[in-house]
């Protein structure tokens, strides 16, 4: 304070000013102070198993007052929250609607306002089918510092864990991923794009839609004989896998306990290890 002007002005004798200074510094450093709001990490959990949780992740997970998270985030990875932080489940429980994301908006943006350190953790990555992009948006717009942890979406930890090679060189040079959420309609997928033998598709959401996957994709002129996994719970204890062909999809489907699940098509799924488990015992048994 000497330093500058207020001091300045008070070494010269004009006290009432340097006190009129002070005081407005003082002001403004305390709007400052309430003007701070908190942050929102939009955050990536990975697939499930905690050990796919990014430094990063573990990081700001360790710094949060409060967690925001959804169905899809292991009770393994909650753990590594401090134990102090609120823990408030914004997710669907099975049979239930979940509370809405405009009601998810607004609790974040009420958290941040209130200056504390918010976590929204999702299942995968924040990005991808994870309605991270609308929640970054709405807390944009109300003011609000957002920063994205990226997290392993459900397709590479899953592919991972099946030695699938999702891309392989002069066999499957493009991967899309698609959603085939029921609630979106058949007509939500554009099939057509799919249609070449040297894309592998991976599709989120479709466990339920398997017969119309299979459907889009035989019209679209993908060979019915293509390999095909159901990959299901990917990297947790319970994970399991179904192998067979394009036009058995919806069979495949059927032997999938419980969800989360994905669907993946395409040729590499022959050089995975659930296929060549399945190869071996059909050379066993013939
Ligand atoms: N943001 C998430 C995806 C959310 S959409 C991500 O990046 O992974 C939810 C869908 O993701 C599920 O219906 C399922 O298709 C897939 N999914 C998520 N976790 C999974 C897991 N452990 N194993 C298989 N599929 C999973």
């Avoid at 990014?54 to 967690?67: E, G, K, N, P």
Wanted: charged share 25%; glycine share 12%.
């Amino acid at each position: 304070v000497i330093d500058g002007p207020i001091g300045a002005a008070f070494l010269a004798g004009r006290t009432e000013e340097a006190d009129a200074s002070l005081r407005s510094a003082i002001a403004h450093a305390g709007a400052g102070q309430q003007d701070k709001r908190g942050v929102v990490h939009l955050v990536g959990a990975g697939p499930g198993d905690p050990d796919l949780l990014t430094l990063r992740a573990l990081h700001v997970l360790q710094s949060a007052d409060i967690v925001f998270y959804d169905e899809l985030v292991s009770p393994e990875i909650l753990d590594r929250a401090r134990r102090d932080a609120e823990q408030v489940f914004v997710g669907k429980r099975k049979g239930q609607p979940g509370i809405g994301q405009d009601s998810i908006n607004r609790q974040l943006a009420e958290a941040a306002m209130a200056g504390r350190i918010v976590v929204r953790l999702k299942g995968g990555d924040p990005f991808i089918f994870g309605r991270g992009g609308e929640e970054l948006d709405y807390l944009q717009k109300a003011g609000i510092a957002v920063m994205i942890v990226p997290g392993i979406t459900a397709a590479l930890g899953c592919a991972a864990e099946a030695g699938l090679p999702l891309t392989f060189r002069g066999e499957a040079t493009r991967l899309c991923f698609v959603t085939a959420n029921a609630a979106d309609g058949p007509q939500s997928v554009d099939w057509s794009l799919l249609g070449d033998p040297k894309t592998s598709v991976v599709v989120y959401m479709g466990l339920s839609s398997s017969a119309m996957v299979r459907d889009g994709l035989i019209d679209a002129g993908r060979d019915r004989e293509t390999p095909v996994a159901v990959l299901a719970r990917g990297t947790r204890p319970d994970s399991q896998a179904a192998v067979g062909r394009l036009r058995d999809l919806p069979a495949l489907a059927a032997t999938i306990g419980e969800g989360p699940a994905l669907l993946v098509i395409g040729d590499v799924v022959a050089r995975s290890e659930p296929w060549r488990i399945a190869a071996r015992q059909i050379e066993v048994a013939a």
